[in-house]
């Protein structure tokens, strides 16, 4: 195995590591149980977009897989920025029960 492979297999490994510890204590730090199952659904179906990004970004041929990276820029930033702001929504409502 040469460095390419190693580094690869490195990356990928810290990778999935730091997405799975993210999304553990993104579901742990909830403060009840409306923003718990917001956060679960959040995270999930931010697994599966980023996955898709992935698949289509190892299948598409070479000028699309480059294009790919616009809707990815655009979407990851307003993603989260919903996702934080809908979180602040849950926090008022479970805040005042």
Do not use: Q
Request: aromatic share 12%; charged share 15%.
């Amino acid at each position: 195995m040469d460095a390419g492979i190693i580094g690869g297999i490195v990356g990928t490994i810290l990778g999935l590591a730091g997405g799975i510890i993210g999304t553990y204590f993104s579901i742990k730090n909830t403060k009840g149980p409306l923003e718990r199952a917001f956060m679960i659904k959040a995270s999930l179906i931010a697994w599966i977009a980023i996955t898709a990004f992935l698949v289509l970004i190892f299948l598409l041929p070479n000028p699309y897989r480059f294009l790919l990276w616009i809707p990815y820029g655009i979407l990851l930033p307003f993603g989260i920025s919903k996702i934080n702001k809908r979180v602040a929504e849950i926090r008022e409502i479970e805040s005042a029960n």
